[in-house]
């Protein structure tokens, strides 16, 4: 195999996803092994990603807020890379302090072409996701930002931010502002 690389500290083989079948049909003319294949769905779909992933220059040569930019850590930097590569759908599961909102913010600056967004977060965290945006979009003005808490929507704002509870009173309305970008906030307990 081409990709094969051995790990001695762990004893251990790794192979590029793009060698996953000839591997596989290696190891099956062993009768003694037992093998769990992997789903072909599942490999498809990674080697799909690598048809699709878009040209990203190392030198992080991407539209995105200044502030932000400049904030950003290199792990950080792979997230914007790999939500870009996904068209913008990524899960964030970052340990707490790792910068999660961060890297949201990046990736709806990288599609500022597509605001308003739409920030959807539990009651008690719409403050200091207002107080995010605020700090790190450098070019995005107080009364761009909207938290919504009533049943009146204010139109014409670049950012708006909700609870899961009012989004609950409020759907038809939000659904009907066809949001292209949306950050959904989960909150670990």
Known sequence: MPTKIYDKKDKSWSFDISDYFNLLASLKKNPILLIEEISPYIINTFLQDRKKSVAIQTDFNIEIDEKIKKALYPYQVDCLKKAIQNEGRLLIADEMG??????????????????????????????????????????????DVTVISTVEILPQKLIYIISYNMLNRVYKTIKNMNFKIIIAVCKKN
């Open 98 to 143: 790792l910068g999660k909102t961060l890297q949201a913010l990046a990736i709806a600056s990288y599609y500022r072409s597509e605001w308003p967004f739409l920030i959807v977060c539990t009651a008690s965290l719409k403050l200091s996701w207002l107080k995010s945006v605020n700090d790190w979009f450098s070019t995005i003005k107080t009364h």
